[in-house]
C-alpha cells in the first residue's frame, strides 16, 4: 500500500522562486503549493524554514493547500499536556484507503500521519514567533499523539519527522531525534528530514539501530530523501490482517536519485531514436 506524496518541510524556502513568492502581496497560490496541490499530495508538515519568512506568509500559502499540513508540537496554546494543547495546524490527518484482506475482499485502512516540526524555530525565528507560537519537544508530542492516533482509529502510523539521523546514540538534539523517534511504540513508518542527508546508503553506522543499508531505524522503515529534489524517498509496505487490524508484513525502502533516473531515460530515448533513424 501507499500514499502518493508527502512532504516533510523546508517546502517554502531555499530558492529563488520560494523567495519572490513570499514577497508577493498578490492573493495567487503559492507555486510550491500549486505544484503540490498538481501532484495530488496526501499530507505534509512544517519543517524550520517555513517560518523564515513570518507566520503571515505561511498562513496565506497553506491556506490554498488542498491537502492536510499537520504539526503536532507547533502551538498556538499551551495546553496542560500535549492532547490538550491548541497547535498551530492540526496535529494529525487520518488517510483512508481500502486494501484487499487475503480473500480479496476489500477492507477500510486508514494510515495516520504525524507532524514533527524541530522546536529550535523559537530561536531561529524569534523576531517572527516570540510571543506568537511556541513548540513542545517532538518525543514528549509524539509519544502523546501516537496512542492518540490508535484510539482514533489509524491502523498504522507514518511520521513525518523534520529532523535528522544522528550518527551515535544517546543524544537527545531535537536536529538528529529520527531514531529515537522510530523506537516509539506504535510508529510503523518514519520520513526524516532538516538534516537533508540521504538514508537509506551504504556507508556504516555507528549506532547499531541505524540499518543503513535496509533503511531501518530501531527497526522502523525509514527514509530521508535529500534536499532540492536530488532523490524521491519510497517506502513500499506489504501489511496483512492480523485478526484485529492491519500489521506490517514487509518493507522495501528506497531513495531514488532523481538526476539518476532522468539520465537513465534520457539515454534509453537517444537509443530509441538512434534505432529509429536507422531503420
Known amino acids: ?16 522562486l520560494a523567495d519572490l513568492a513570499a514577497h508577493d502581496r498578490r492573493k495567487r497560490v503559492h507555486p510550491v503549493i500549486a505544484a503540490f496541490n498538481a501532484l495530488s499530495y496526501d499530507a505534509a508538515t512544517l519543517g524550520n524554514h517555513e517560518f523564515n519568512f513570518g507566520i503571515g506568509v505561511l498562513e496565506r500559502a497553506l491556506q490554498h493547500a488542498r491537502f492536510p499540513v ?10 496542560p499536556g500535549p492532547l490538550q494543547d491548541g497547535t498551530f495546524v492540526p496535529p494529525y490527518t487520518l488517510i483512508e484507503r481500502a486494501l484487499p484482506d487475503g480473500t480479496g475482499r476489500m477492507r477500510p485502512f486508514r494510515l495516520g500521519v504525524l ?12 523576531e517572527h514567533l516570540e510571543g506568537r507560537l511556541d513548540v513542545r519537544p517532538m518525543l514528549e508530542a509524539a509519544r502523546a499523539w501516537v496512542p492518540e492516533m490508535r484510539r482514533a482509529g489509524a ?3 507514518l511520521c513525518l519527522a523534520h529532523t535528522g539521523i544522528a550518527e551515535s546514540s544517546g543524544g537527545l538534539d531535537s536536529e538528529g ?11 510503523d513508518v518514519l520520513v526524516a528530514g532538516h538534516s537533508h542527508l540521504v538514508f537509506p546508503h551504504r556507508a556504516a553506522a555507528v ?15 525509514a527514509v530521508q530523501p535529500g534536499h ?21 508484513a514487509r518493507a522495501q525502502v528506497r531513495a531514488i536519485s532523481v538526476s539518476e533516473e532522468v539520465a ?6 537517444i537509443r530509441r531514436n538512434a534505432a529509429l533513424l536507422r531503420h
Open 115 to 126: 507532524g514533527l516540526t524541530p522546536p529550535e524555530i523559537l530561536r531561529w525565528d524569534r
Open 155 to 157: 491502523d498504522l502510523v
Open 228 to 248: 532540492a529534489g536530488s532523490h524521491l524517498g519510497v517506502i513500499d509496505l506489504v501489511v496483512r490482517r492480523d485478526g484485529v487490524g492491519w500489521v506490517v
Open 177 to 187: 531525534l529520527a531514531t529515537e523517534i522510530a523506537a516509539i511504540p506504535g510508529v
Open 207 to 221: 549506532d547499531p539501530r541505524i540499518d543503513p543499508v535496509e533503511g531501518r531505524l530501531a527497526g522502523t522503515p
Open 70 to 79: 499537520v504539526s503536532a508540537n507547533v502551538l498556538r496554546e499551551r495546553g
Open 1 to 16: 500500500m501507499c500514499i502518493r506524496d508527502s512532504d516533510n518541510g523546508d517546502f517554502l524556502q531555499g530558492s529563488a
Open 264 to 269: 537513465g531515460l534520457s539515454s534509453g530515448l
